[in-house]
């Protein structure tokens, strides 16, 4: 079975923990010309070497997105993007802009087509074909339609620049925008800030007031944030997915911290794989269920792709997550030979039993519980802030890695 599981990194850690959880391929932005410009810290032209060197050293694809609304003065920007891409043979650009398209095929560059094409055909599909091996449908679609565009795409034997059948990628976990394939207007409205050119505010994700014009009378919609939509999860039907013909699942958030990257990719990895072997069941889909809800998240529901009518929406603000890091201490040495890391407390205590991760822009992500703890004095069953202390790890940290406990949300 071969599904590619893509990954998002909105920095070092990110990146190194969607390698480290086993994922095929990873997506990220560089600069402004991307849809989470604002949201994440974004890498620079400079990082696309480093990019690279990573992918190739861990033999993972690297795909840049360069998907945002594009304006004449965005040109000479975009050409620069996407020819230093070429340049460090990072591996494609997701791109939803024909002007895109248009260099890369002419610089020789290969192009995924961004769900902000809202591709929803097969007919649309055989358009771009020229331009791309890969296609990313609308969110929007069922599994029926998706189904529906692959038999067509090989039935009428639709290939893309490589030669190779063009290939379907969908959306299998993270947020979803109230808006069809994320094309929302209502931050650009509000507070001049285009969602389409990577800057949305998400002002879809607060509570709102509705009022009586007739007298005035104001009445809070407190059952639920009528606008912000709870989380994608796909992951109790990913079988079905595959045998609808996509061969790429995408997992959003590039936003996102470490944790939620490496805990998402590591269990969409287990469910993949677990199809192959014969261990894809409902006790595992149950396990991958309550792994997923430990990090953020605003409630799951299964999106359009079961045939559902309208969207289930979060009942509240911020994350559901079942539990929360809280920063403890700065990574300063590890001892290979013992196999110790040695930290500097610089906020919350640690004890013995406590669950830790540690985080890293090399290291990427490190999960373990505290079964000792050393001062230079001897063991103890706690520290606090202001005391340098070992802990045994099973991998290498570096200088200036963060250290988290886990606690209950």
């Known amino acids: 079975m071969n599904v590619e599981l893509m990954s998002p990194a909105g920095s070092y850690e990110a990146l190194m923990s969607a390698i480290k959880a086993g994922c095929n391929s990873v997506y990220f932005g560089i600069e402004q010309l991307n849809m989470r410009a604002r949201s994440s810290n974004n890498f620079t032209l400079s990082d696309l070497k480093k990019i690279a060197s990573i992918g190739k050293e861990h033999q993972v694809k690297m795909y840049l997105t360069l998907n945002t ?204 794989d677990g199809l192959s072997s014969g261990t894809y069941n409902g006790e595992a889909i149950e396990n991958w269920k309550q792994r997923l809800s430990t990090v953020f998240n605003r409630g799951f ?35 290979d030979k013992i196999g110790v890391a040695e930290f500097d407390c610089e906020a919350y205590g640690l004890k013995v039993g406590d669950k830790v991760i540690v985080t890293g822009p090399t290291t990427g992500y490190i999960e373990s519980q505290v079964k000792s703890i050393h001062l230079e004095s001897g063991a103890v069953n706690e520290i606090q802030k202001g005391q340098t202390f070992t802990i045994p790890l099973p991998e290498k940290i570096r200088a200036s890695d963060k250290l988290y406990k886990i606690v209950p949300a």
């Open 69 to 272: 609304i594009l304006y004449q003065h965005d040109m000479n920007l975009m050409r620069t993007i996407v020819q230093a891409a070429k340049d460090e043979r990072i591996n494609a650009v997701i791109a939803s802009d024909f002007a895109v398209m248009q260099f890369a095929k002419s610089i020789g560059m290969p192009v995924h087509i961004s769900t902000q094409a809202n591709v929803t055909n097969v007919e649309t599909i055989a358009f771009f074909a020229p331009f791309a091996d890969v296609v990313v449908l609308s969110r929007e679609l069922s599994l029926k339609q998706v189904a529906e565009i692959s038999r067509e795409i090989k039935r009428q034997q639709i290939t893309g620049p490589s030669g190779e059948l063009v290939r379907l990628e969908i959306f299998a976990h993270g947020a979803l925008c109230m808006a069809v394939s994320g094309k929302c207007y209502l931050s650009l409205h509000s507070h001049f800030a285009s969602a389409n050119r990577g800057a949305c505010i998400q002002n879809c994700r607060h509570s709102y007031m509705v009022t009586d014009k007739e007298d005035g009378t104001e009445y809070e919609l407190d059952n639920e944030y009528i606008m912000s939509a709870q989380d994608l999860c796909t992951i109790d039907f990913i079988d079905q997915i595959i045998e609808a013909g996509v061969s790429v699942l995408k997992i959003e958030g590039r936003g996102r911290a470490s944790d939620y990257v490496f805990t998402t990719t590591q269990c969409y990895r287990e469910a993949i």
């Open 301 to 335: 529901w299964d999106g359009y792709y079961l045939g559902r009518k309208m969207g289930e929406w979060s009942k509240v603000p911020g994350s559901e997550a079942t539990q929360k890091k809280l920063y403890v201490a700065k990574g300063l040495h590890y001892y």
